[in-house]
Antibody, heavy 125, light 107 residues
Framework: QVLLQESGPGLVRPSETLSLTCTVSGGSIFSSISYYWAWIRQPPGKGLEWIGSLYYSGSTDYKSSLKSRLTISVDTSKTHLSLKLKSVTAADTAVYYC????????????????WGQGTLVTVSS | DIQMTQSPSSLSASEGDRVTITCRASQSISTYLKWYQQKPGKAPKVLIYDASSLQSGVPSRFRGSGSGTDFTLTISSLQPEDFATYYCQQSYTTPPTFGQGTNLEIK
């Protein structure tokens, strides 16, 4: 059973870079072509927003409005998924989740079947 | 991006009630639709995928239906643990997008 856990600073100053890590245990990020990985955020009291994905191929997709500021990558151990969001503002305050999604072309794909517990990041001076 | 609109935004019901939540997509998404349940302070949990397929371990009182642009999640007999917020999500196109959520409260 795969377990995901997010970690990182809970407070980031405006204009700085938000950096988070998702530790994957019970398997590596590239252990199966059947899955890919995503970061999803949730501003306080609001709904869920997909912000980016990393695929088995190593390629990435980013939310268009964040593309210029966002980088998602994996470390050499293949067990840590990283998120870096530059030049943050108060609008980036949210609980950030990492999630595992099923891959494939059919309608059952892109189901987020495993989630981390989430980490709250507040952008404030 | 495909917009997902849920109704109602909030709903009050009693234990044992049957409730239905609706999700509408801004364009046809076939059955590329999932439903999630989220409790306060917790990560979402998938209930339904492929519009009507029950995720392993999810009670059979949860039922999803629909295709194209209109979808429903029905809970046949509400249990205390079902009071939560529910989200739909489309995966027909990237980016995957979520509905705004339906908060199911105890009456």
């Amino acid at each position: 059973q795969v377990l995901l856990q997010e970690s990182g600073p809970g407070l980031v100053r405006p204009s700085e870079t938000l950096s988070l890590t998702c530790t994957v245990s019970g398997g590596s990020i590239f252990s199966s072509i059947s899955y890919y990985w995503a970061w999803i955020r949730q501003p306080p009291g609001k709904g869920l927003e997909w912000i980016g994905s990393l695929y088995y191929s190593g390629s990435t997709d980013y939310k268009s409005s964040l593309k210029s500021r966002l980088t998602i990558s994996v470390d050499t151990s293949k067990t840590h998924l990283s998120l870096k969001l530059k030049s943050v503002t108060a609008a980036d305050t949210a609980v950030y989740y990492c999630a595992r999604l099923s891959a494939g072309p059919d309608s059952s794909a892109s189901t987020a079947d495993s989630w981390g517990q989430g980490t709250l990041v507040t952008v404030s001076s | 991006d495909i917009q997902m609109t849920q109704s109602p935004s909030s709903l009050s019901a009693s234990e044992g009630d049957r409730v239905t939540i609706t999700c509408r997509a801004s364009q046809s998404i076939s059955t590329y639709l999932k439903w999630y349940q989220q409790k306060p302070g917790k990560a979402p949990k998938v209930l339904i995928y492929d519009a009507s397929s029950l995720q392993s371990g999810v009670p059979s009182r949860f039922r999803g239906s629909g295709s194209g642009t209109d979808f429903t999640l029905t809970i046949s007999s509400l249990q205390p643990e079902d009071f939560a917020t529910y989200y739909c999500q489309q995966s027909y196109t990237t980016p995957p997008t979520f509905g705004q959520g339906t908060n199911l409260e105890i009456k």
